[in-house]
């Protein structure tokens, strides 16, 4: 018995050794990889070399750290940074070795304001005299809005296009937990404050119809005027295919004028050599953003000021923080830095939360206000800057957003998973001792409390009444202003520039630009925070939770991921600024 646990136990050992040496050689290779292949990539750009633009992938608002490590191990499909794909997109403005632009945009995993801010850029690139080319076997409705900036578009004759108009979802649960025992307590604050509208009842709330309407409304709005004015179609007639779906196949969707070609992908790629002048039989010499990227030197030594651009991405938790986790350790430390950093002359926020935990938010905060009393903060808001994301931003000196951002959502809720009712029907009791009648505070297995209850309700009060008094203060509105826009309820950019809760629309890079005429510096060099080294130990680390949390969404139906959600179950940080609701607009 001794021999097989020892033998078990070394085969295991040996297997954890092997292992961890395959990783540490792999990393190895990617380095002396990538070395050489950048050293490749900056030698030149061929005469006549076009940007093939493959939005068919994860986009984060920065490159991942690990990206290296991922593309060499196999772990994931490259995710392309927002930062380099727009970055890439100037360059190539500028390299007069790039004709053109070739755009592919079948499914672009991007949240509406990063795709607006891409088309952005591809306008301003077509605006120099160059040309866009979009080609896709299918076209989702966000995939053509991004298209239709290009001055050709051309579709497989087995494709579709996606042109129907906005939706949004909500799935209700209140029956479901009747019926199994397993439910959410909540308490909360604000008639909008939908986040946990779906446990309450089994029907969506008039406040929260309103909300979606006008946001879906305002959204749509934007993405029809842009398309009318590319395309050459009156809004009317735009509203009309929409309604009526006339453009889901592609030939009518070549007579509604929303495309101009029905071909496959070679002879798209004979129309742009015939464009360029390149012989029929050559290949077309297709430079990636990475490419291009590595291809100029970004940096100017010779130049001192500088503008840091910090990236809070992901839910806002209380702790370290990561990549995708907005912690107020990691915040706090950087803010200090660059406050202190005599050649740092501001400071750009690029917010994309939901939000999260209101005590970590509010600390945040805190460090903002103290680097604003040492040089100029900006927000740039991307897809999503709410609740307790703007609860952050609400102290700038400037706001930023898109007109497709979503943010607003000033109101506070805690909910906590509550299985009593199941535990009793399979047979489990809890029993508790006490020495005061309030000792247990909050047990999954038990009804909420009286006092629990009464204690949790007057500290979401009293966050919602200290958030509100932050944007009062931040916003210069008086607290019956933010009342009146306040309860929980979301806004586009579009609307939250009517409102007072931003003050500009603009992308990352006009907020770069506010920050620089603010700071009053012509010249300068972007430095990106926070500063994170990809150690093999945090890959590790970070790699097996991600692991875990595929297992665990591949397994488990929609309520249960909810219930188990880190976003709203937080160890004790139960009182949350968050998103209103899961919204997802198709």
Not at 289 to 316: F, M
């Amino acid at each position: 018995m001794n021999f097989g646990r020892s033998f078990l136990a070394a085969l295991l050992g040996s297997l954890t050794s092997f292992l961890i040496f395959f990783i540490f050689l792999m990393i190895i290779i990617s380095g002396v990889a990538s070395i050489a292949s950048l050293e490749n990539q900056i030698s030149f750009i061929k005469d006549d070399s076009i940007l093939k633009l493959d939005l068919n992938k994860p986009v984060n608002e920065r490159n991942s750290m690990y990206q290296e490590f991922e593309s060499v191990l196999g772990l994931d499909e490259e995710i392309l940074g927002l930062n380099n794909i727009i970055k890439s997109i100037k360059i190539a403005k500028e390299n007069e070795k790039i004709k053109g632009i070739e755009l592919k945009c079948d499914f672009p995993l991007t949240g509406w304001a990063q795709t607006r801010t891409i088309r952005e850029a591809l306008k301003d690139f077509k605006n120099s005299g160059k040309f866009i080319y979009a080609y896709s076997d299918v076209f989702t409705q966000k995939g053509y809005y991004l298209a239709s900036i290009a001055d050709t578009i051309g579709i497989n004759p087995e494709g579709t296009i996606e042109f129907k108009g906005l939706s949004s979802e909500v799935l209700y649960y209140k029956d479901f937990q009747d019926e199994y025992g397993i439910k959410m307590e909540v308490i909360r604050h604000g008639k909008y404050k939908s986040a946990v509208e779906p446990y309450l009842q089994n029907k969506m709330s008039s406040e929260n119809r309103e909300q979606i309407k006008e946001l879906l409304g305002s959204i749509w709005e934007t993405i029809s005027n842009e398309i009318s004015e590319s395309r050459g179609i009156n809004d009317l007639k735009i509203n009309q295919i929409a309604e009526n779906l006339e453009a889901n196949t592609p030939n009518k969707a070549l007579s509604s004028n929303l495309i101009d070609l029905i071909i496959y992908e070679d002879q798209m790629d004979s129309i742009i050599k015939k464009s360029i002048n390149l012989e029929y039989e050559k290949d077309l010499n297709k430079v990636s953003i990475k490419k291009l990227i590595a291809s100029q030197n970004n940096y100017n030594n010779q130049i001192k000021d500088r503008i840091a651009v910090v990236y809070a991405t992901g839910t806002i938790l209380y702790g370290e923080g990561s990549e995708n986790i907005i912690g107020q350790n990691v915040f706090v430390n950087t803010f200090k830095k660059i406050s202190n950093d005599d050649w740092i002359k501001a400071i750009v926020l690029r917010i994309d939360s939901p939000g999260g935990v209101a005590l970590t938010s509010d600390i945040i905060l805190r460090s903002l206000q103290l680097a604003k009393s040492k040089k100029p903060v900006i927000v740039s808001m991307g897809n999503i800057a709410a609740s307790g994301g703007y609860y952050i931003a609400s102290g700038a000196d400037k706001i930023y957003a898109d007109p497709l951002s979503i943010t607003g959502s000033i109101g506070v809720f805690a909910s906590l998973p509550n299985i009593s009712g199941f535990a009793k029907n399979i047979g489990l009791n809890s029993e508790q001792v006490s020495t005061h009648k309030n000792s247990i505070g909050y047990s999954i297995y038990e009804p909420l409390q009286p006092g629990f209850i009464k204690s949790t309700r007057e500290n979401i009060e009293k966050v919602y009444e200290s958030f509100k008094s932050k944007v009062s203060e931040g916003r210069n509105l008086s607290l019956d202003e933010v009342e009146s826009i306040a309860q929980g309820r979301v806004w586009s950019g579009k609307q939250a520039l009517k409102i007072g809760l931003i003050d500009s629309l603009g992308d990352l890079n006009t907020a770069i630009k506010g920050a620089a005429k603010i700071a009053e510096i012509e010249e300068f060099n972007i430095v990106e925070y926070p500063k994170r080294k990809a150690s093999f130990e945090s890959f590790i680390q970070d790699f097996s939770i991600l692991l875990r949390e595929n297992q665990i969404e591949s397994q488990v139906p929609e309520f249960i991921k909810i219930l188990t959600d880190k976003r709203k179950n937080i160890s004790n940080q139960n009182i949350q600024a968050l998103l209103p609701f899961e919204i997802k607009i198709y």
